[in-house]
C-alpha cells in the first residue's frame, strides 16, 4: 500500500503563489497517476488536474488552466502542485491522490494527508 | 465536462435503517472497452480525506462492508447503506473517471442518524 504525506500548511498573501508537494512511499510511483483535488471549508471536492510521472505530461481542469502547474521527480518520489495569483477562493485543503492502477482509467485509491492553504492579506 | 448531480444533498436514517443515494451524470459513462461503468463513490469523514469504496460502480473496494452496494448504469447510480450503523456518519460523493484523466465529483450528500 503506497503513502502519500504532503507539505504542511501555508499561508499566504493574494496574488502569490504556493507550491505543495506530495512524497510517495511503499508503492510504485512513476506509472500511476497523481490527482490533486482540493476542497474549500465545508464545500465539496473539486479535481484540479492530474500527471502520470513517467510521461511528465498534466492535464488540467479548465477553471485552473494557466494557474496551476503540477510537476513530478522520479528520482525523489515526490509530486507537486504549485498555484499561483492566489485569492481568499482558494483557501481550502488540498488533496494528492494516486490512481487505483497502472496504465487503464481508474479512480483515486490512495490520498494524502491534505494540506490546508489559507489565502489571507 | 460530465456533470454529476447527486441526490438528496443530506438524509437522516435511523441507526439500522437503509440510507440511499442518487448520482446521475450529464451523459453515459459506460466504458465500452470492459462494459464497465466509470463510477465511483467515497465516504469522507470529517478532518480526513476521501476514501474509496466502490469503482466501476458496483466493485467494493478491500476491505468495505458488504453493507455498502453501488448499483445501476449508463447515466443513473444508486449507493446503498443496507443497515446503517453510527460509523457510516460521513459525506459521500460520486466521481466519474469516464472523462479520465479529467475526473469529476457530485456535490456530495451528507448522511447522518435520525
Known amino acids: 500500500q503506497v503513502q502519500l504525506v504532503q507539505s504542511g500548511a501555508e499561508v499566504k498573501k493574494p496574488g502569490s503563489s504556493v507550491k505543495v508537494s506530495c512524497k510517495a512511499s511503499?508503492?510504485?510511483?512513476?506509472?500511476?497517476?497523481i490527482s490533486w483535488v482540493r476542497q474549500a471549508p465545508g464545500q465539496g471536492l473539486e479535481w484540479m488536474g492530474r500527471i502520470i510521472p513517467i510521461l511528465g505530461l498534466a492535464n488540467y481542469a479548465q477553471k485552473f488552466q494557466g494557474r496551476v502547474t503540477i510537476t513530478a521527480d522520479k528520482s525523489t518520489t515526490t509530486a507537486y502542485m504549485e498555484l499561483s495569483s492566489l485569492r481568499s477562493e482558494d483557501t481550502a485543503v488540498y488533496y494528492c491522490a494516486r490512481d487505483s492502477y497502472s496504465g487503464v482509467v481508474s479512480p483515486p485509491r490512495d490520498w494524502g494527508q491534505g494540506t490546508l492553504v489559507t489565502v489571507s492579506s | 465536462d460530465i456533470v454529476m448531480t447527486q441526490s438528496p444533498d443530506s438524509l437522516a436514517v435511523s441507526l439500522g435503517e437503509r440510507a440511499t443515494i442518487n448520482c446521475k451524470s450529464s451523459?453515459?459513462?459506460?466504458?465500452?472497452?470492459?462494459?464497465?461503468?466509470?463510477l465511483a463513490w467515497y465516504q469522507q469523514k470529517p478532518g480526513q480525506p476521501p476514501k474509496l469504496l466502490i469503482y466501476w460502480a458496483s466493485t467494493r473496494e478491500s476491505g468495505v462492508p458488504d453493507r455498502f452496494s453501488g448499483s445501476g448504469s449508463g447515466t443513473d447510480f444508486t449507493l446503498t447503506i443496507s443497515s446503517l450503523q453510527a460509523e457510516d456518519v460521513a459525506v459521500y460523493y460520486c466521481q466519474q473517471y469516464y472523462s479520465s484523466p479529467l475526473l469529476t465529483f457530485g456535490g456530495g450528500t451528507k448522511v447522518e442518524i435520525k
Open positions: 451523459q453515459s459513462v459506460l466504458y465500452s472497452s470492459n462494459n464497465k461503468n466509470c
Open positions: 511503499g508503492g510504485i510511483f512513476s506509472s500511476y497517476g
